[in-house]
Nanobody, 124 residues
Framework: VQLQASGGGLVQAGGSLRPSCAASGRTLSSYGMGWFRRAPGKEREFAAAVSWSGETAYYADSVRGRFTISRDSAKNAVYLQMNNLKPEDTAAYYC??????????????????WGQGTQVTVSS
């Protein structure tokens, strides 16, 4: 599976962005999907994840209520709607895919496939 993340950018605090993650080489329908982020000078951390069925979503406390993860089987893609962005959300955002059998989607080491990062910068 090859993952391509896009849709980052520069936005003012309070604004919105919707990064997307498109897959090629295989359908994502049986994969758990996640978004992680790495801020400057910090380790990569979990942001959001969605089960293979799309029925269950998981969020880091820092983004819950502002970010929404979703998936579109027809487009073989996953999205991260980010609202009310804050300067502390500035980071490179990475999408990742977890093949079955699925485990803890909050764990970085659960994922086998990673896309390149897309940069999100939030100005104050």
């Amino acid at each position: 599976v090859q993952l391509q993340a896009s849709g980052g950018g520069l936005v003012q605090a309070g604004g919105s962005l919707r990064p997307s993650c498109a897959a090629s080489g295989r359908t994502l329908s049986s994969y758990g999907m996640g978004w992680f982020r790495r801020a400057p000078g910090k380790e990569r951390e979990f942001a959001a994840a969605v089960s293979w069925s799309g029925e269950t979503a998981y969020y880091a406390d820092s983004v819950r209520g502002r970010f929404t993860i979703s998936r579109d089987s027809a487009k073989n893609a996953v999205y991260l709607q980010m609202n009310n962005l804050k300067p502390e959300d500035t980071a490179a955002y990475y999408c990742a895919a977890d093949p079955p059998p699925w485990g803890n989607l909050r764990r970085e080491d659960e994922y086998d496939y990673w896309g390149q990062g897309t940069q999100v910068t939030v100005s104050s």
